[in-house]
């Protein structure tokens, strides 16, 4: 896919004096390791540096946006709620994490996986009294998303996190009557988790250069929800796709990039050397264009049908 007529990376706003810059805050270049902290989007009512963008960027969005952004508030509402006194006793967590992805995948997810919480996956200053995490996976329209990054693409991103917020809800709410506690994370705004970290280990996909996950289904098409418990569940391992053997030669999101805010070689991140975009360059055009996505829809892995064969195709290349 290529991008149709993207805006310049101009902008008629900014700020009299610049907060700190988000790499900082995200921890580019430091060679300890530490978790993430808050710095753009936040539903935890902490104050943050880049606090008015993000309220800017609330008040510029188009109205197909914002109702689903209001729908997504008020269904949340309910990702926590009273536990059933009967618990369903687990003798099979293998046997109950399959059963819990067909429940998951009826409610209309399109995948699932199964991870234990660890530290890295927890913004700081945050706890959850959970031990596991159940993190699904939900397509967007290809048809809506090719319209990037104008307002009919947010529209259907925001459709999405609604639509797969709703699945985690009835998710935790399934689990809850079955006796154990359960909360369902589905709002995009930043709470207490990373979304991405749990469903790498969840086996959901890899990093991909854009910093955004690619599963062999959707390539980065997709959006993600988790639901935390404590109901015992055999968990899933990380998986090798490819990912990185075509990331660290494909430059499609690199040259796609307005602001030319993607690194081309994988970066030094709180003492961990992965995929990083520079959020200073990113965050303005983002504002400016109800949220962008240019880079995972040009994504080789999210051209429909493609991502079997790119799999199949880069991990037999690795055959002597």
Known sequence: MRVKNPPPAKYAFG????????????GLNEPEKRRARHVFHNATGESLPWDALDEFFSQINVWGVVKHMLANVWQMRRQEGPVAP??????DPAAMARDIKQVAKNLGAGIVGITEIFDEALYEGHEVPYKYAIVIGLSMDRSEMEHVPHERAAVEVMRAYREVSRIAIELSEHIR???????????????DILHIPLAINAGLGELGKHGSMISKEYGSNFRLAT??????????????IGVQDLCATCQRCVLDCPPQ?????????????KWYVDFDKCIMYFTKT???AICIEVCPWSEPGRGSWLMETLLAKRKP
């Not at 810059?21 to 995200?26: E, F, H, K, R």
């Not at 009967?86 to 003798?91: G, L, R």
Request: net charge negative; proline share 11%.
């Open 15 to 26: 700020y009299k004096r610049p907060p700190q810059s988000g790499n900082a805050i995200n």
């Open 86 to 91: 009967q618990q369903v006793q687990v003798d």
């Open 177 to 191: 009557d079955m006796g154990w506690p359960a909360r369902a994370y589905g709002n995009p705004n930043s709470t």
């Open 227 to 240: 639901v935390l418990t404590d109901l015992p569940l055999a968990v899933d391992a990380p998986v090798d």
């Open 261 to 273: 805010a993607i690194f081309p070689t994988k970066q030094i991140v709180r003492g961990e050397e």
């Open 290 to 292: 109800y949220g962008c």
